[in-house]
């Protein structure tokens, strides 16, 4: 892994297929790590599943992520699925140590996402290691993306009490914004 990660250490084993039209190809990677280390982070029994189908008519995926992260629960899911023309993830779901993260969204034909997303991350180090870097701290609230005169706006609100990454602390209290055109 460190050769294509620098903050990683160990192996992994994959198996990745398709089948079907070009114009509907269906496809299925899985990645399997035993042990591994990222970012200074214990990984074991890591099991990362993608599978969909690209049909420009009616895409269709799953992502499956399950394993231990320090010795605690690794389980993300997230279904996409496309009926009567809208694309959308019903249901998306993380759970990474103590940290929760769920949420809903439609996407529109140029793919801009509308719904909303909650997350309360009491121990940001953990997902911070699943990008392979270093931060600690906490937050937790919500982001909900709308669409409005044919553009995206994200609201979000959300409070922690700290974010440290590479010896720079940011002291939070609450954390209210509204992106818009995206």
């Known amino acids: 892994l460190k050769r294509w990660i620098a903050e990683a250490e160990g192996a992994a084993g994959f198996d990745i297929s398709a089948n079907g039209p070009l114009e509907a190809l269906?496809?299925?990677?899985?990645?399997?790590?035993?042990?591994?280390?990222?970012?200074?982070?214990?990984?074991?029994?890591?099991?990362l599943t993608l599978e969909g189908t690209a049909d420009?008519?009616?895409?269709?995926?799953?992502?499956?992520?399950?394993?231990?992260?320090?010795?605690?629960?690794?389980?993300?899911?997230?279904?996409?699925?496309?009926?009567?023309?809208?694309?959308?993830a019903p249901a998306i779901n993380a759970e990474v140590g103590p940290n929760r993260f769920s949420g809903a969204l439609n996407f529109s034909p140029d793919f801009m996402p509308e719904g909303t997303l909650n997350f309360q991350f009491p121990d940001i180090s953990l997902l911070a290691a699943l990008a392979a870097q270093q931060a600690e701290g906490d937050l937790q609230g919500t982001i909900t993306f709308s669409r409005e005169e044919e553009r995206t706006a994200a609201k979000i609100q959300a409070s922690g009490t700290r974010l440290t990454r590479d010896g720079v602390t940011i002291t939070l209290d609450a954390i209210p914004a509204k992106y818009e055109g995206l």
């Open 56 to 88: 420009p008519n009616s895409p269709a995926g799953r992502v499956e992520a399950t394993g231990l992260i320090d010795d605690q629960p690794l389980h993300i899911n997230a279904d996409l699925i496309s009926e009567n023309g809208r694309t959308s």
């Open 26 to 47: 269906s496809a299925k990677a899985v990645v399997n790590a035993a042990q591994a280390r990222l970012a200074g982070h214990s990984l074991r029994d890591i099991k």
